[in-house]
C-alpha cells in the first residue's frame, strides 16, 4: 500500500512539473533572468507547492504516525553550517548554467532529448562523488546520535 | 496574450517559426515512431526559437521530433510565456505530492533524496523500492500526458559538454547541501525550516548570478 502511494506521488509530482511548464529549462532560465527575458511563472509554482504541502505538514504534524507507515521520517537537522551554504551554492551555479534541477531532469528522462540524459547520468555522478566524499570522513560531522553523516546529508532532498 | 508577456522584451522575443522537418533526431539517426498528430497540428505547435546563443534544440511533444534550431540565432534565449494559472495549479500538484507523501508514508518528497539513495550503498530502511517506484511514476507521466496528446514543449540546450557540468554541480551541491528545490525549496518552506529558507534563498542567488553572468556578460 505503501508502495501505491509512492508511485502515486510520483505521478502527482510529475503532472505538477508538466503541467507548471517546468519540464521546460528555458522556463525556468527565464526566471532566473531578472535582466532579459523574465518569466514570473516558477513563482507561482514554488508558490502553489509550499501552499499545498504546509496544509499536508500541518495534518502529519498533528498525526502521531503516518496513515499506513510506522514513523515519521522528518528531517533531523535545522542548523545552518557550511555544508548547507556551500552545497546549495554550488547547485545554483549548477541549476543556472542548465535551467535543470534534479525533479525536471528526471521527469524529462523519457522526453529523450540528448542534453537531458547527458545532464542526469553527470548528475548522478555528481551524487555519488558527494556521497564517496562524505562518507569517507564521518568522523568530522557524525558527532551527533544516531546517524552518520551520509544517513543525515539523505534526511531532506 | 500581451498581459501574459510582460516583462518580456520585443527586441529578445525569438518569432515563432515554423520549420521544416530536419530534425536533431532525423541527423542523429534515432527518429522515434511517434509522429501521431502531424497534420493538425503538427510543426504549428512548433515555436522554435533560439537558445544558448548558437544553437537551441525545441521540440513539440505534438509530433515528437527534436528541431534543430541552430539557424534561429538572432536571439540568445528563448523567450517562454507567462502561465500564472497553470503554473500555480501545477505547483498545487506538486504540493500535493509532498503533502500525500508526508501524511501516508511519513516521508519527504524531495527529488535528489529520493534520486541519491537509489545509489548505493542502500540505507536499510526498507523505502528502496518506494524511491523507485516514486521515479517511475515521476517519469511517466510526461509520458500519460503525451499519450492524452498533450503537448509538452523543451527547450535543452544542444551544448552537452556544459549540460555534464551543470550535472555534476547539481548532483554534489544537492547532496552536500542536504536537498534540492523539492525538498529545501517546496517542503523546507513548507515546514518553515530556517535551513532550507537559508538553502533556498543561496540556491536561488547563485543560479541569479550564474544567468546573469552567462547571459548578459559573457
Known sequence: MTLLVYALAGLLFGSGLVISGMLDPAKVLNFLDFAGSWDPSLAFVLGGAVIVAAIGFRIAARRARPVLARQFHWPSRSDIDARVLIGPAIFGIGWGLSGFCPGPAVASLALLAPGTIVFVVALIAGMALARWILDRKPASDAAQGEDTALARSNALG | ?218
Request: with cysteine; net charge positive; glycine share 14%.
Open chain 2, 1 to 218: 496574450m500581451t498581459v501574459f508577456r510582460l516583462g518580456v522584451k520585443p527586441s529578445r522575443r525569438a518569432r515563432p517559426t515554423t520549420l521544416t522537418r530536419t530534425s536533431f533526431a532525423q541527423q542523429a539517426g534515432f527518429v522515434r515512431n511517434r509522429s501521431r498528430n502531424i497534420g493538425s497540428f503538427g510543426t504549428k505547435r512548433c515555436v522554435i526559437a533560439a537558445k544558448f546563443g548558437k544553437a537551441g534544440l525545441t521540440r513539440s511533444r505534438t509530433d515528437g521530433y527534436w528541431l534543430d534550431a541552430s539557424r534561429e540565432t538572432r536571439s540568445a534565449m528563448t523567450a517562454t510565456t507567462f502561465t500564472p494559472w497553470a503554473s500555480l495549479l501545477g505547483g498545487g500538484l506538486i504540493g500535493l505530492s509532498a503533502a500525500v507523501l508526508i501524511v501516508f508514508n511519513g516521508r519527504i518528497a524531495g527529488i535528489s533524496d529520493i534520486v541519491g539513495r537509489l545509489l548505493p550503498p542502500w540505507s536499510r530502511d526498507g523505502g528502496l523500492a518506494g524511491r523507485a517506484l516514486f521515479v517511475a511514476g515521476l517519469v511517466a507521466a510526461p509520458l500519460l500526458f503525451e499519450a492524452g496528446g498533450y503537448a509538452i514543449e523543451q527547450t535543452v540546450s544542444p551544448k552537452l559538454g556544459l549540460l555534464a557540468l551543470a550535472g555534476v554541480l547539481v548532483g554534489f551541491g544537492t547532496i552536500i547541501g542536504n536537498g534540492c528545490t523539492s525538498g529545501h525549496g517546496v517542503c523546507g518552506l513548507a515546514r518553515l525550516s530556517s535551513r532550507s529558507l537559508v538553502a533556498t534563498l543561496v540556491f536561488m542567488a547563485t543560479a541569479v548570478v550564474t544567468v546573469f553572468v552567462t547571459r548578459h556578460l559573457a
